[in-house]
């Protein structure tokens, strides 16, 4: 029978003693699962050292370690006890056979986690060990919410991948469009968020995903994704006939999971230039339980792509290893693409200079510069950066445009993924800023510049689909005066401009509506219309997440991040993609600023600062931030 104990804070982990490694071999452990015994719940297992450049058949697994506040459980190593967390435990309780032993590499147990040096020498391994895997055995953890319905689902949707009447009967089935929420639900669990899962699946030869008794193959589950991302001629994704009102759902199932690792897999594998932090910025939103393994859970896989190495050191400190990769990345690169992940002091956790990111806080709201948007920003008048270092790195001296300072914020955008479907929250949000933009008395094409500005640009590709980007702005603003007459009907309040928006859009739908597709009918052309119209304006919210619109000098416009104040200061860094929202730190001696986050502002996103600065308009100005 497994021992429990209430947490590893009261276990005597010394009762096994590791043997040390031997680097000249190039060692690492494997451990040896015994075969399971009727009578016993027991968990028997051996441990034993092999060269990495000649090892015998192994598996390794991949999995969440958990909190360190988790129960623990006893299994038997090398006859010696040997204390696990509680999701390790099951895992090794449901791997373990009854007919056969299991060979497999396991970090928390074939890693002597309390020898520093090892640990630092070991990682860099890694990369190498899961490679080498015949397999990797990924646990996702025990069954719960019907997981078992939806491993169901995506073999049944892999075998009918090649006829779309087959397809388009099982989307219209109760029970798949089920098992694809109970799909999301896996891709909710926490080992998606884990760093380390991108360096041990992106190097697998072949994977096996687990989740209590059931499996499914690793390339059957990212077929299966960018199956319900494929079109068939003219028809819609399958996906939408799977979940036609749960935009959230169609998100995580499409683009989370195995289809991010498959992406992040062939950004590495193609020939473009990429930095740490371009790679970085496909897993930022994950977490580790060592911070410093937000860094070092790439290295061994980043570091032949990039210019310059991270080396793997467990002796330094948390500040230490983000410090020197923040000036390791501006120094090699001569950019400052960095610079956009900087935030408020209040939101971080380690004590780093503004301009240094905490990659630790796990911040997984939207962001303004990111690798996939469809017009990438290029506001820095010039490629490269001008910067230099104090000689403690606590300070970055850079050269800078002012474009003027914040006079009027507006309300926080709070939506979350989750939150689709709160439709009120957001057309409230969308009204305020309105509101604050009514103040510059705007005319048709303002209105045009304020969409533009509260969606950062991200819909530039629906011109093609709504006949021009001036006709799918109007659009956009017609169907949020609509929704938000619809919900709050007693506030006549609405803007001429937005009424004329609005009755465009009623006309508009008429007329598809005249010409209803066959199949669809009347009410299934305005449940579709209204939910894709929903779905533009949650995502100008949930686009602005931890955002809010501005006003500022010199008639500028724009979204800053939550923190922003008044006065705070608008900047274009050279070298840097989006501007800055900077504030003045307190303290006498010479002016010091620190970052508040990145903004986007209207008409400087696209290299326009390089225009002014030509004719004289603008001047390049020393910013010493700290």
Same mark, same amino acid.
């Given at each position: 029978m497994a021992i429990y104990l209430p947490s590893l804070a009261n276990v005597d982990n010394h009762q096994f003693s590791y043997k040390a490694l031997s680097e000249d071999k190039n060692e690492i452990r494997l451990l040896r699962i015994h075969k399971k015994k009727p009578s016993s719940d027991q968990i028997q297992c051996d441990i034993f050292c092999v060269s990495l450049d000649g090892a015998l058949p192994y598996n390794a697994l991949s999995y969440t370690w958990g909190d360190p506040s988790d129960p623990a459980f006893q299994i038997a190593l090398n006859e010696r006890a040997f204390m696990v967390r509680k999701n390790l435990w099951e895992a090794l309780n449901q791997l373990q056979s009854e007919s056969q032993e299991l060979t497999i590499w396991i970090d928390a147990i074939c890693i002597n986690q309390n020898d520093l040096a090892e640990r630092s020498e070991q990682v860099c391994k890694m990369k190498s060990i899961f490679e080498q895997a015949k397999q990797v055995m990924v646990w996702l953890g025990p069954k719960e919410n019907n997981s078992d319905q939806a491993f169901s689902l995506v073999p049944s949707l892999y075998e009918k991948r090649h006829s779309f009447d087959q397809l388009v009967e099982l989307s219209r089935s109760r029970w798949a469009r089920n098992a694809l929420v109970s799909l999301a639900e896996v891709f909710w669990r926490p080992y998606w968020t884990r760093m380390w899962i991108v360096q041990e699946l992106t190097v697998a030869q072949d994977i096996v995903f687990y989740c209590g008794s059931v499996s499914v193959d690793g390339g059957v589950l990212a077929e299966v994704q960018r199956l319900l991302q494929q079109k068939f001629g003219d028809a819609r994704a399958i996906i939408w006939?799977?979940?036609?009102? %749960?935009?959230?759902?169609?998100?995580?199932?499409?683009?989370y999971g195995a289809f991010e690792v498959d992406r992040f897999r062939r950004a590495l594998a193609s020939p473009q230039d990429m930095s740490?932090?371009?790679?970085?910025?496909?897993?930022?939103?994950?977490?580790?339980?060592?911070?410093?393994?937000?860094?070092?859970?790439?290295? /061994?896989?980043?570091?032949?792509?990039? &210019?310059?190495?991270?080396?793997?050191? #467990?002796?330094?400190?948390? @500040?230490?290893?983000?410090?020197?990769?923040?000036?390791?990345?501006?120094s090699h690169t001569k950019r400052l693409?960095?610079?956009?992940?900087?935030?408020? %002091?209040?939101?971080?956790?380690?004590?780093?200079?503004? !301009?240094?990111?905490? !990659?630790?806080?796990?911040?997984?709201?939207?962001?303004?510069?990111i690798l996939d948007h469809p017009k990438? $920003?290029?506001?820095?008048?010039?490629?490269?950066?001008?910067?230099?270092?104090?000689?403690?790195?606590?300070?970055?001296?850079? @050269?800078?445009?002012?474009?003027? /300072?914040?006079?009027?914020?507006? &309300?926080?955008?709070?939506?979350?993924?989750?939150?689709?479907? *709160?439709?009120?929250?957001?057309?409230?949000?969308?009204?305020? !800023?309105?509101?604050?933009?009514?103040?510059?008395?705007?005319?048709?094409?303002? $209105?045009?510049?304020?969409?533009?500005?509260?969606?950062?640009?991200?819909?530039?590709? &629906?011109?093609?689909? #709504?006949?021009?980007?001036? +006709?799918?702005?109007?659009?956009?603003?017609?169907?949020?005066?609509?929704?938000?007459?619809? =919900?709050?009907?007693?506030?006549? *309040?609405?803007?001429?401009?937005?009424?004329?928006? %609005?009755?465009?859009?009623?006309?508009?739908?008429? &007329?598809?509506?005249?010409?209803?597709?066959?199949?669809?009918? +009347?009410?299934?052309?305005?449940? /579709?219309?209204?939910?894709? !119209? =929903? +779905?533009?304006?949650?995502?100008?919210?949930?686009?602005?997440?931890?955002?809010?619109?501005?006003?500022?000098? *010199?008639?500028?416009?724009?979204?800053?991040?939550?923190?922003?104040?008044?006065?705070?200061?608008?900047?274009i860094p050279l070298g840097c993609p989006i501007p800055l929202i900077v504030r003045r730190a307190e303290g006498d001696g010479p002016p010091c600023y620190f970052i508040v986050g990145g903004a986007y502002?209207?008409?400087?996103?696209?290299?326009?600062?390089?225009?002014?600065?030509?004719?004289?308009?603008?001047v390049v100005q020393k910013l010493v931030v700290c």
């Open positions: 006939n799977l979940t036609p009102d %749960r935009p959230d759902i169609r998100t995580v199932t499409a683009r740490f932090m371009d790679c970085l910025q496909y897993y930022e939103g994950n977490e580790a339980s060592d911070p410093r393994d937000m860094i070092y859970g790439l290295a /061994s896989l980043v570091n032949s792509k990039i &210019k310059y190495t991270i080396q793997v050191d #467990y002796s330094k400190s948390v @500040e230490q290893v983000y410090i020197n990769f923040a000036v390791a990345e501006i693409d960095i610079l956009t992940r900087g935030r408020h %002091r209040n939101l971080i956790q380690y004590s780093v200079p503004s !301009w240094v990111p905490d !990659w630790s806080t796990n911040d997984r709201t939207w962001k303004i510069h990438p $920003f290029a506001a820095s008048p010039t490629a490269q950066a001008v910067v230099e270092f104090s000689d403690d790195h606590q300070l970055l001296g850079m @050269e800078v445009v002012h474009l003027g /300072s914040v006079t009027d914020l507006g &309300k926080i955008s709070q939506l979350e993924l989750t939150d689709f479907g *709160n439709v009120k929250s957001t057309v409230d949000t969308v009204a305020s !800023w309105l509101r604050l933009f009514e103040k510059r008395n705007p005319t048709s094409a303002d $209105f045009e510049e304020f969409a533009r500005c509260i969606s950062y640009d991200r819909f530039d590709n &629906k011109g093609v689909i #709504y006949g021009g980007m001036s +006709r799918f702005l109007q659009s956009l603003l017609g169907a949020y005066a609509m929704f938000y007459e619809e =919900i709050f009907p007693d506030q006549n *309040n609405l803007n001429s401009i937005l009424m004329e928006y %609005r009755k465009a859009r009623l006309t508009q739908r008429e &007329k598809e509506e005249a010409e209803v597709a066959p199949g669809l009918g +009347r009410e299934g052309l305005q449940a /579709s219309e209204i939910q894709t !119209w =929903i +779905r533009y304006i949650q995502d100008v919210a949930l686009f602005a997440s931890n955002y809010r619109f501005f006003l500022a000098t *010199n008639g500028l416009i724009g979204m800053a991040p939550a923190a922003s104040i008044t006065n705070d200061l608008i900047c502002v209207y008409g400087f996103m696209h290299g326009e600062a390089a225009e002014k600065l030509d004719r004289g308009e603008i």
